[in-house]
């Protein structure tokens, strides 16, 4: 019998909680573990011998699979229902192609431009940043906090204010993108849900925040304030609903005393 999955996750991202759902929309019970932020890096190196260096990763049958597209794509191999790929070549050629496009000209974006307005609030980066720390970091909260404004500013860029004012333009654009593809419809393909429609609400939900998605702090004012511009659009409704109609729970989160001690 093959060993139970193993999802090494940051509890907070988006494209991590992108494999979640996949994991959880496909009922396939498994393990999730959570080294501190930017110690995951070395974790998914080691896991992954050097393929991939951040978070998901998944151990599934003996393997350590990096980027959650590859994941997605390796649970429908294993998993193949309920499936998350359309049947027809086109339609699934379609879907994927919007999962790439969501993944590459969404995610990156609102990451960044949700921690560039965290780091302009002192004490709620410092829950965040309690929020995402193994046990023994809580000791040393200012040291995580200084550890993690240092993080979010190299890793994705979100110390630069310009960077920060076109990251919120393409989230807007991308807003865009999602409403002319759905038109009247339910789904962004084949009238049913997919891949395309659980990349671009798991990639939507730190602006969104529907209720079944993971554990949320107040936003700061700036991103509620962006936030009211968006609750009305067509697209921000969506995402409430796909969270509404498809996500459920499937992980165990376990906690692993050695990596903590490492981490």
């Known amino acids: 019998m093959s060993p139970r999955p193993v999802l ?24 999730r573990k959570a080294p ?13 011998r050097g393929r991939s260096y951040t978070f ?60 560039h307005e965290l780091r302009r609030d002192p004490e709620l980066f410092a ?10 970091a809580l000791r040393f909260p200012r040291v995580g906090v200084a550890y993690g404004r240092a993080f979010t500013g190299l ?9 920060a004012e076109r990251a919120r333009e393409r989230v807007v654009a991308a807003v865009d993108r999602l ?13 049913r849900f997919t891949v395309a429609d659980l990349t671009a609400a798991s990639l939507l939900y730190p602006l969104v925040l529907p209720p079944e998605a993971p554990r949320q702090l107040q936003p700061p004012e700036s991103v509620e304030r962006f936030r009211e511009l968006l609750r009305h659009r067509r697209g921000f409704g969506w995402v409430e609903e796909v969270f509404r109609r498809h996500r459920r729970r499937a992980g165990r989160e376990v906690s692993d005393p050695a990596l903590a001690a490492t981490a």
Not at 37 to 48: F, M
């Open 127 to 136: 829950e965040v940043s309690a929020a995402s720390a193994p046990p023994w």
């Open 155 to 163: 890793r994705f860029g979100a110390a630069d204010d310009r960077a």
């Open 179 to 191: 409403e002319a593809e759905l038109g009247s419809n339910d789904y962004l393909v084949g009238g």
């Open 56 to 115: 998901p990763v998944l151990q599934l049958d003996g393997r350590a699979i990096g980027d959650s597209t590859a994941i997605i794509a390796a649970l429908e191999e294993r998993y193949p229902e309920p499936a998350l790929y359309p049947s027809g070549p086109e339609e699934r050629r379609r879907a994927l192609e919007l999962e790439d496009w969501f993944d590459e000209e969404l995610g990156p974006y609102i990451r960044r431009f949700v921690f």
């Open 8 to 31: 090494w996750h940051i509890p907070i991202s988006h494209y991590n909680e992108k494999v979640r759902w996949a994991l959880d929309y496909k009922r396939v019970e498994h393990d």
């Open 36 to 48: 501190m932020p930017g110690a995951h890096i070395g974790v998914a190196l080691w896991l992954t």
